[in-house]
């Protein structure tokens, strides 16, 4: 690791080789947090820059961080964080999940690979997303999950409460795993009752037959 860098995370492919590195630098100074990311790419760290011949991101779609868990355990549910250090985080706090995340932040969620959580040919897995305390992470993973489940998902999306600081994540909880077990079906929002139908429905058996169908027959 570079001097003045703060931390770094290797992106594999699913069998686990490796693909490139994220780095990230603190740049803030005067109590001012500010972060940069840089790829390890052909032998070198490039950062983003007009001068720099090399890309400083990976082409689109982009693998995503923890790809090889998917393969490794395909029984195991998912869960979806914001963030490499999250994911480290939150794969300590739920060992019975795959964790997973993906790079460069909110606004690249259309810009990872998602189809390995629902191959061709199969039932999507069982996936619960955990969004950062703010708005633009609520947000990131509404937009997540509406993509998710139109790939044939099973998602939830949890739901922190809003007393919990602005931003915070599960890189700030200071739980067991058995704690976090707890907090995490405290925060989903209940399942639907089996069968119930989604608000505004209306019940098939009111409805009016299709116009020009055969009339309902008289019990």
């Given at each position: 690791?570079?001097?003045?860098?703060?931390?770094?995370?290797?992106?594999?492919?699913?069998?686990?080789?490796?693909?490139?590195?994220?780095?990230?630098?603190?740049?803030?100074?005067?109590g001012?947090?500010?972060?940069?990311?840089?790829?390890?790419?052909?032998?070198?760290?490039?950062?983003?820059?007009?001068?720099?011949?090399?890309?400083?991101?990976?082409p689109?779609?982009?693998?995503?961080?923890?790809?090889p868990?998917?393969?490794?355990?395909?029984?195991?549910?998912?869960?979806?964080?914001?963030?490499?250090?999250?994911?480290?985080?939150?794969?300590?706090?739920f060992?019975?999940?795959?964790?997973?995340?993906?790079?460069?932040?909110?606004?690249?969620?259309?810009?990872?690979?998602?189809?390995?959580?629902?191959?061709?040919?199969?039932?999507?897995?069982?996936?619960?997303?955990?969004?950062?305390?703010?708005?633009?992470?609520?947000?990131?993973?509404?937009?997540?999950?509406?993509?998710?489940?139109?790939?044939?998902?099973?998602?939830?999306?949890?739901?922190?409460?809003?007393?919990?600081?602005?931003?915070?994540?599960l890189?700030?909880?200071?739980?067991?795993?058995?704690?976090?077990?707890?907090?995490?079906?405290?925060?989903?929002?209940?399942?639907?009752?089996?069968?119930?139908?989604?608000?505004?429905?209306?019940?098939?058996?009111?409805?009016?037959?299709?116009?020009?169908?055969?009339?309902?027959a008289?019990?």
């Amino acid at each position: 690791m570079e001097q003045g860098a703060i931390a770094q995370w290797c992106y594999r492919d699913a069998a686990g080789n490796q693909l490139f590195w994220i780095q990230r630098l603190c740049l803030g100074g005067k109590g001012r947090k500010a972060f940069l990311h840089r790829v390890w790419l052909d032998g070198g760290w490039h950062r983003p820059s007009r001068r720099d011949p090399f890309s400083c991101e990976w082409p689109a779609p982009r693998p995503l961080y923890g790809l090889p868990g998917l393969s490794q355990h395909p029984e195991a549910p998912v869960l979806v964080v914001e963030g490499e250090g999250t994911a480290d985080a939150a794969a300590r706090l739920f060992p019975e999940h795959v964790v997973i995340s993906w790079a460069n932040g909110t606004n690249a969620i259309a810009k990872a690979d998602w189809q390995p959580l629902a191959p061709l040919g199969l039932a999507g897995r069982a996936v619960t997303l955990w969004p950062d305390a703010d708005a633009p992470g609520r947000k990131a993973m509404a937009r997540l999950a509406a993509l998710l489940r139109e790939q044939g998902c099973r998602v939830q999306l949890v739901d922190p409460p809003a007393e919990l600081p602005q931003g915070w994540d599960l890189a700030d909880a200071e739980w067991s795993p058995a704690e976090a077990a707890e907090h995490l079906q405290q925060w989903l929002p209940p399942l639907p009752a089996e069968g119930a139908r989604p608000a505004g429905a209306s019940d098939p058996a009111e409805q009016e037959p299709a116009s020009g169908g055969p009339p309902a027959a008289d019990g």
